[in-house]
């Protein structure tokens, strides 16, 4: 029975789209990849990676030819890229994280798509967290702002509004031609909501709106949604290729029958709901559910879910493959502890294509793999290897779960196993030789 669920799996991968190695770049330290987007407008995207030991951020196009460097003084935490001045081009934008002590810990930087510096701006904040870029149209001029810790900044670099230094602008909305600003208070543990007056217009706990004015509560729970926080509501619309919140019903056409499916997915189970709310599918994941997207990969109207786990290694399923119909397709191994991935069209030919890079102090490898489902640029390039397919269910693989899971006790335990191995053939050794001298 157990060879014959084998081989049914097998025969599913062989319909799954064929993810080639073409393209690899190492670095002699640690680096990651900031971020993908077309900043050229060619319909292919670039990879920009921060470069620890060089202490340069790096721009590769597709194929992984380097095509500019941009030297920094202080490593780079983020990055985003955005069309903010609307002259058809995306700028990027970089964090620097200064030392600590620092009166300005934090540093912006806006380039240019060719790698030309813009302008530079120190942030005045002393809340340290997970920083990320926002952007929003606030004056419904042509442009937007740039939202980026307790700022926000026009496109030249100029302040358009700075909050204490004690809190820090986690999400921002447009409803009704308003903006809104969420910022949290991490010594309170509290949130505001603000637009340009200098007065918060609300104060309290995450997603605990009740009592607000009615015209709030729609930007709150926006708000509390685009920063993954929590839902005050139980429907949102889901975009294909972001990702997934839990626990909250998310509406898209998946199965492209013209009718929209909700989404609901758990820390270990995936269901699919019909339009009236029945659940059409379920999905168990055979470990945790660290993150989920849906991604579109033959281009045909049909969604595949991306299903990420937290445990990964030498031979561990890293992404689980699930498609609009709740079946397996495919379990893939980066073969990497910690490692950065992305399921993105690079080249501009409407297939998926992902790249990867592991996260390594001495040494790290970002590597371009093409999909085969369509023929594109990338597919022209000669294969280097192949991102590899697992059985998740197969003994090998039920193994390295284990090893990952418990390294050092297993290690120890090997060290143990052999020493004591080591021991009984020395042991064994010196009876012979004593055996052998009494014999004489």
């Not at 709901?273 to 049909?302: H, K, N, Q, R």
Request: hydrophobic content about 40%; some cysteine; glycine content about 6%.
């Amino acid at each position: 029975m157990r060879s014959v669920m084998i081989l049914m799996f097998l025969l599913i991968q062989v319909g799954f789209p064929q993810m080639n190695e073409v393209a690899e770049q190492p670095f002699e330290g640690y680096a990651h990849v900031l971020l993908t987007s077309d900043l050229t407008n060619d319909q292919s995207k670039e990879i920009i990676v921060f470069d620890e030991i060089a202490s340069t951020v790096k721009c590769f196009d597709c194929f992984l030819t380097l095509l500019w460097t941009l030297e920094v003084e202080y490593p780079v935490i983020t990055a985003a890229a955005r069309d903010v001045d609307s002259d058809g081009m995306e700028e990027v934008f970089f964090l620097e994280e200064l030392k600590s002590g620092t009166f300005y810990p934090y540093r912006v930087i806006s380039v240019e798509p060719d790698g030309t510096p813009n302008w530079r701006k120190f942030i005045e904040v002393n809340v340290h967290a997970d920083l990320q870029f926002h952007f929003i149209d606030a004056d419904g001029n042509p442009g937007e702002e740039i939202v980026i810790a307790n700022r926000i900044l026009m496109e030249d670099g100029l302040e358009r509004l700075a909050f204490e230094r004690d809190r820090t602008i986690i999400s921002a909305v447009l409803s009704e031609g308003i903006p809104y600003f969420l910022t949290y208070l991490p010594e309170e543990a509290s949130y505001e909501l603000y637009t340009f007056d200098t007065e918060p217009l609300w104060k309290g706990d995450d997603c605990r709106v009740e009592g607000t004015e009615v015209t709030l509560e729609i930007p709150l729970c926006t708000l509390f949604m685009k920063a993954h926080l929590c839902s005050c509501v139980e429907d949102w619309a889901l975009e294909p290729g972001e990702q997934v919140v839990k626990n909250v019903r998310l509406w898209a056409d998946i199965t492209g029958d013209g009718e929209e499916e909700a989404l609901f997915v758990s820390d270990t189970t995936i269901k699919l709901l019909d339009d009236e709310e029945t659940t059409a599918w379920t999905w168990e994941c055979p470990d945790s559910v660290e993150s989920v997207s849906v991604i579109d990969f033959a281009d045909d109207g049909v969604l595949e879910l991306v299903v990420a786990t937290p445990l990964k290694g030498i031979r561990v399923p890293s992404v689980y493959i699930v498609d609009s119909q709740g079946s397996l397709l495919t379990v893939l191994s980066f073969g990497l502890s910690e490692p950065q991935f992305q399921f993105t069209d690079l080249d501009g030919d409407d297939d998926v294509d992902v790249w990867t890079c592991d996260l390594k102090s001495r040494g790290s490898t970002l590597r371009v793999y093409s999909s085969d489902a369509a023929s594109g640029p990338l597919d022209a390039l000669s294969p280097r290897g192949v991102l590899r397919t697992i059985d998740p269910a197969g003994p090998v693989t039920a193994f390295w779960k284990l090893f990952a899971q418990y390294q050092a006790l297993m290690l120890v335990a090997l060290l143990v196993a052999a020493s004591v191995v080591l021991f009984l053939v020395r042991q064994r050794k010196k009876r012979r030789t004593e055996s052998t001298q009494k014999g004489e």
